[in-house]
């Protein structure tokens, strides 16, 4: 357990986040497809080694989530694995373990993360093959006019990412635990307060339950956002604020940190977010507040080199982490 409490911390060690480019392949070929790129395998692995060979990441990015297929691709033109290569560069390989949100029986409308048949063996081929850590995320959807979301759907996701946790760290691997309220609706600020207030606290009496070591962790959480739809949109020091109470309230201390997932917040949004939230609470904060961004890091990226201009596309991708790695310590102005 002592090198997995120190994967953690390396994980979130001052001033680096994680790379979440972990998209599943249909999520990858609707991303792709909107701007007209093909999707094929060869297309996602010269994308993602584009990505990975950027000059310099490893000053602000500590590791990077896979999916499948790229944990065992090779870097374009490269004999090498891109576990290995991320090695090398001294980054850590993540590795997105759970099967996806289905539909949560007798709560239709509502998702189920599955993955749990067959997962300790799954994650012993990964530790096996490089991975440091993995991701599961689960997803609560808030609806007022459905009375959304359910009980049922909290404490049955809440129950999965504490085995899936569990089984991760005998098979030593450092868990993410991603309970996400996602921001679609027109909810209020207050609601995805009460609503992520619950489903942490569910979430820390599962772990507990299942004897997770809580050092050897890490959370990635929403952060308390208004819905998308909704009228009122708080400033940014009301999130920040809400934000940490809820993360105080919640999470033990012992958790090495928080990285935050973007959610479908603009890339300048997720980053000034993090700022603020490092900058109001930089003393008092009893874990690091950092960054696990996917589309936020990636957004610029992902349009240059669908531009076809490789270079930039680093560049932009760079920009990001230079970004949120000053956001991380609350220096970004
Ligand atoms: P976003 O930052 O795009 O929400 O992705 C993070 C992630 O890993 C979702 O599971």
Redesign the pocket.
């Known amino acids: 357990m002592e090198n997995l409490k120190l994967i953690a911390q390396k994980m979130v060690s001052e001033g680096k986040g994680i790379l ?1 480019a ?1 998209e599943s392949t249909p999520t990858c070929t609707k991303r792709f497809n909107a701007l007209e790129l093909e999707s094929t395998s060869s297309s996602r692995q010269s994308y993602r080694s584009m990505l990975f060979t950027s000059p310099e990441l490893e000053k602000y990015i500590s590791g990077v ?1 896979l999916f499948d297929e790229t944990f065992h691709q090779n870097i374009t033109s490269s004999e090498k694995l891109i576990p290995l290569f991320l090695k090398e560069r001294g980054i850590l390989t993540g590795i997105k373990v759970d099967t996806g949100a289905k539909n949560l029986a007798n709560y239709t409308t509502e998702k189920i993360t599955e993955g749990l048949d067959q997962l300790r063996e799954r994650l012993q081929e990964y530790y096996k093959k490089g991975a440091d850590f993995a ?1 599961w ?1 689960a997803v609560i959807t808030i609806d007022n006019q459905h009375h959304l979301p359910s009980k049922a759907c909290i404490i049955a996701n809440a129950h999965a990412l504490a085995r899936y946790a569990a089984l991760c760290q005998e098979n030593n691997i450092v868990p993410i635990v ?1 309970p ?1 309220v996602l921001m679609e609706g027109n909810h209020n600020i207050h609601t995805c307060y009460d609503v992520t207030s619950f489903t942490l606290q569910t979430v820390f009496e599962q772990l507990d339950l299942m004897n997770v070591n809580l050092e050897a962790m890490v959370l990635k959480p929403n952060m308390i956002l208004p819905g998308l739809n909704c009228d009122t949109q708080e400033n940014n020091s009301k999130i920040a604020e809400m934000t940490f109470e809820v993360l105080n309230k919640h999470v033990p201390k012992k958790v090495p940190g928080v990285a935050f ?4 917040q603009s890339s300048d949004l997720a980053a000034e977010r993090l700022n603020k939230l490092n900058k109001l609470y930089h003393q008092k904060r009893p874990w690091q507040l950092t960054f ?5 890091l990636q957004q610029d990226a992902l349009l240059n080199w669908a531009k076809k201009t490789g270079d930039d596309a680093q560049k932009a991708l760079i920009n990001r982490a230079k970004m949120n790695h000053l956001a991380s310590i609350g220096k970004l102005d």
Do not use: F, P, Q, T
């Open positions: 979440a972990d989530i991701k995320r991603e996400e997932l973007s959610g479908g696990s961004y996917g589309r936020a």
